[in-house]
């Protein structure tokens, strides 16, 4: 990266006000309100996060971005005192008796991953509800984890934590298409170029967003 360029890490965008010339970002940086301004700007901020802190944005803007479908997920970290546990690297659960639809094994990966004699496990847990409560998650996710035999009553849980992620799946509903295009030509008008999974608001791995990012960073420097 350019040592001249000026990256403020550990900055939160808490405003976006388009103008007729430019874009104004407000943002947070220690605990001060700091702002910017450019003639476009590129936001990987999640399209409902992104609209929710628009100066004024038309009221069919937010009312698309209210209705956009996605799914949160809570993570489960597991370790477990005990080795090859399985040897599988990942496992869907589409039965409605376990509370989690996919878990992997970092361990299986790599061993670099894990301490040597034990056990990884990564259990996702997807759901719409705003304010779960990860520690049920958790107890619930151990329970489950017991049913399948991947893991016994006699093993001891070493590690067992939790992250959350509000947005975690892009759902393709009936209106996805509709409602990201106003989203969007809403802020193509205003300089604001929005890249990424929940910018683009597409089912993208790693390699699109990349992709998105830098197709975004070439449409403005003309490269
Ligand atoms: C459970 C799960 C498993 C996955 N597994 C794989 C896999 O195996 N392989 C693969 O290729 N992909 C996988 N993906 C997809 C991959 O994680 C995403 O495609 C990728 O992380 C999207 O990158 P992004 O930069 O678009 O978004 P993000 O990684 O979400 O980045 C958005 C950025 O915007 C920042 N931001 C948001 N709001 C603000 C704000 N107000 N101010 C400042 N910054 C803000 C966030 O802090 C974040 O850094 C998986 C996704 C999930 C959910």
Request: hydrophobic fraction near 35%.
């Amino acid at each position: 990266m350019s040592k001249d360029l000026n990256v403020s890490t550990g900055s939160e965008v808490v405003e976006i006000r388009p103008s007729r010339t430019e874009v104004i970002v407000k943002y947070r940086k220690e605990g001060k309100i700091r702002e910017a301004a450019s003639e476009k700007i590129i936001s990987s901020i999640p399209l409902p996060d992104l609209v929710g802190i628009l100066h004024d944005p038309p009221e069919e803007v937010v009312k698309a971005a209210g209705s956009l479908v996605y799914n949160s997920l809570v993570c489960v970290n597991i370790g477990v005192k005990r080795p090859g546990i399985i040897d599988k690297h990942w496992l869907y659960f589409p039965e409605e008796e376990f509370i989690f639809n996919r878990m992997s094994f970092p361990m299986n990966f790599s061993e670099h991953t894990t301490p040597g004699g034990r056990s990884s496990i990564l259990v996702e847990v997807t759901h719409r509800e705003a304010g779960v409560d990860p520690e049920r998650i958790r107890d619930r996710v151990v329970e489950d984890l017991k049913k399948t035999g991947i893991i016994t009553e006699r093993d001891e849980i070493e590690v067992c934590d939790t992250s959350a992620f509000k947005y975690a799946y892009v759902i393709y509903d009936l209106d996805h298409r509709k409602n990201v295009g106003v989203i969007h030509d809403y802020l193509d008008g205003n300089g604001i170029i929005p890249v990424g999974r929940f910018g683009e608001w597409e089912y993208f791995n790693m390699d699109k967003a990349i992709l998105s990012g830098r197709n975004a960073a070439s449409s403005v420097s003309g490269a």
